[in-house]
């Protein structure tokens, strides 16, 4: 269940401003891609406590699954910050139309190792975001 810990309006604390306006164009929304293909781009994020994905901005229509429980914090650009307990198999849906994005992190601010699977679709309203030619190369070495 999500709790708000500031409101929407809010605004961002000034070491977490920066890092926000620099991730706008950040398509890493996962700590490793797995795999990538012409459909979709499969990504996973492992944070043990304490550990954080900075901000990333999701423009492709995409889902994530929670693979283990824990409880997670994040940030947005409206200075909204939300709590989150996750449940294993806990699984969301989100769509954004052409022009439409989130930008956020991800901090797992629980007692346990937290693991998502996140799958983005690649023919979404909005192209999508480059990706670092070293995240990339790691995904194709697996594949292969």
Known sequence: MAQEVAPAG???PPHLA???IEARTNGCVGTRLLSEDARCRVWTIVLPPGARIGFHTHVLDYF????TAGRARSHYGDGRVAEVDYEAGD???LSFAAGESMTHDLANVGNTELIFTTVEFLDSANPPLDLPA???A??????A
């Open 64 to 67: 994530w699954t929670a693979v």
């Open 10 to 12: 809010a605004s961002l």
């Open 91 to 93: 699984i969301q849906h």
């Open 138 to 143: 790691e995904a194709t070495r697996r594949a």
């Open 134 to 136: 070293a995240t990339r």
């Open 18 to 20: 920066q890092e926000f």
